[in-house]
């Protein structure tokens, strides 16, 4: 499989593309105004503590208090001998309540786990984790965990001899990262330094902070990026900026020497995204239709609680009969679905719509295939069996706002609805404004300003009503037709 990581710098906004033989997998956006916050470590005061919610609201300096809920902190030492409770309980099974782990007022050094979406806060965890190439460090956990995408025994055993040592008696915690699947003693040992490095110096940084200021930063999208995605699979990164550039070459050979060869400056004349199709793809992906090659289509609607996805069959007719039609279909939206997923990064609660099937095989078919696309996917994702109906219930951890949320704002011609009211609709509207209105003010005549559609077909289909409301009201209405009006919009005038 060709494997293709682009950067695209402009001067406020960095841009990074995952392309898969020649198709947009992933678009990461980061721009200046608005830079992530996740990741991020914070010096915080508590605000609030609400005993109902099990939680509390932090100040940490952002534009809205963030959230911290009891699961996520840290659990006070234990005293010697005695036993865990279960699921960070208090002994009992159940955990304790929030008002025993913080008070109002308390200093506390929280990360940010989740960016702030739509009108919600950003989410924190006082378990803090510093990432690095290959693993993650754990400052408040003493553990050795491996990725359960390493799911070679032997390569499993092998990095816990290797870091066993490195790590000795180090009152730190720490994850083995996917990427260090087959990685040499000294890049783990050179990874273990550098992340003991950094929290020597977050410690220093917390101690002299002020409430609300950052005390570590998460690297930026074009570095984060690599150091997440980079990997024997990739076979090119080509960066438009050489600035940017620079900077990557300069990181990966710190970091990932044996990668050197992979970075590329892109200085062609053609922009880097428009080469390889990418901004055509981005413009498909903000739309709700998604074409399949077979004729069927997927209808993609984002809702604030989840994202439903239906699958149709459009124009496909298929060779056999309607049962092999369906499947087929179904195989293909589902790897179209595990696709749109990924690229317009969507999360939280997903339903598929999938068309129904009566052959159980074909059902297990549609939903491997399902799980196959969402394989190579880097956000969490869990799939549940198909229903009666044909739904497939799953989430996607979701961490940033999604694509069309990063990009777009609600349409103001229809306020978000994704429809605008009939050019007729508005008319009985107006008809019943200017009722209202004469029966409380006193006019000679009317005006009515509204959109051309609306007083084209006033003049046209409705001139037989506007007499007779002439007569009813026994004033004179004169419309008048604003160009710069939306179709949902009109004033009545009182002259």
Known sequence: MSEEILINVTPR?????????????????????????????????????????????????????????????VRPPLPDGAAEAPAGGNGNGHMPSISELVHEGQEIVVQVVKDPIGTKGARLSTHLSIPSRYLVLLPH????????RIEDETERQR??????????DNPLGYIVRTNAEEQSAESLAFDVTYLGKVWRVVQENIAKA??????????????RALRDLLNDDIEKVRVDSRETFEKVAKFVHKFMPSLDDRIEHYSGERPIFDLYGVEDEIQRALRKEVPLKSGGYLIV?????????????????????????????NLEAAQAAARQLRLRNLGGIIIIDFIDMTDEEHKRQVIRMLEKGLARDHAKTTVYPMSQLGLVEMTRKRTTESLERQLCEPCPACMGRGAVKTAETVTYEIFREITRAVRQFNAQKLL????????????????TAVAELEEFISKSIRFQAEEHYSQEQFDVVLL
């Open 448 to 463: 009515v300003m509204a959109s051309p559609k609306v007083v084209g077909r006033i003049l046209e289909e409705e001139s």
């Open 210 to 223: 002020k409430v609300g200021e950052r005390v570590y930063e998460e690297l930026s999208l074009p570095l």
């Open 13 to 73: 906004e960095t841009r990074v593309g995952v392309v898969e033989n020649g198709m947009l997998q992933e678009l990461h956006v980061e721009r200046t105004s608005r830079r992530g916050y996740v990741g991020n470590v914070y010096k915080g005061r508590v605000q609030r503590v609400m005993p109902g919610m099990q939680a509390v609201f932090v100040d940490i300096g952002l534009e809205r208090a963030a959230f911290l809920h009891a699961s996520d902190i």
């Open 141 to 148: 956990a003493r553990t050795l965990g491996i990725s359960t």
């Open 301 to 329: 609607d984002q809702t604030e609680a989840m994202t439903t996805i239906d699958v149709n069959t459009g124009g496909y007719l298929g060779t056999r009969n309607l049962e092999e039609t369906v499947y087929r279909t």
């Open 159 to 168: 990095l816990k001899d290797v870091l066993t040592p490195l790590i000795g």
